[in-house]
């Protein structure tokens, strides 16, 4: 089993910037990459960015590319989304992904409301 635990969301208003963390814990030895989903209201869930554990190679939705990036800090088994120029239309939940070989987990989702 793997523990996900998200951080990070909030309030901001468009053109700031916010953070998520996402640590993972327990049994990830067999983790072969992480990432950030979202589902707004009344939306599918959707890719936002994943990154390859081992070799930190990335991919970024087109929506985002050029103000999020994707980090990971693998001796804290953590992962961040670096979240700048903030728009109304990045509102939704955001979850934490975690794969693995044989099976994936899911984060809690963290809310990141931003204002115009």
């Known amino acids: 089993q793997v523990q996900l ?3 990070g969301g909030g309030l901001v208003q468009a053109g700031d ?3 998520l963390s996402c640590a ?3 049994r990830t030895f067999s983790r072969y990459s992480m990432g950030w989903h979202r589902q707004a209201p009344g939306k599918e869930r959707e890719l936002v960015a994943v990154i390859n554990w ?3 190679g990335t991919t970024y939705a087109d929506s985002v590319k050029g103000r999020f990036t994707i980090t990971r800090d693998s001796a804290k088994s ?3 989304l670096q979240m700048n120029s903030l728009k109304p239309e990045d509102t939704a939940i955001y979850y934490c992904r975690y ?6 987990y899911w984060g809690q989702g963290t809310q990141v409301t931003v204002s115009s």
């Open 24 to 26: 993972a814990s327990g």
């Open 17 to 19: 910037s916010l953070r």
């Open 78 to 80: 953590t992962m961040y």
């Open 54 to 56: 081992t070799n930190g």
């Open 99 to 104: 794969d693995a070989y044989g099976g994936g």
């Open 5 to 7: 635990a998200e951080s």
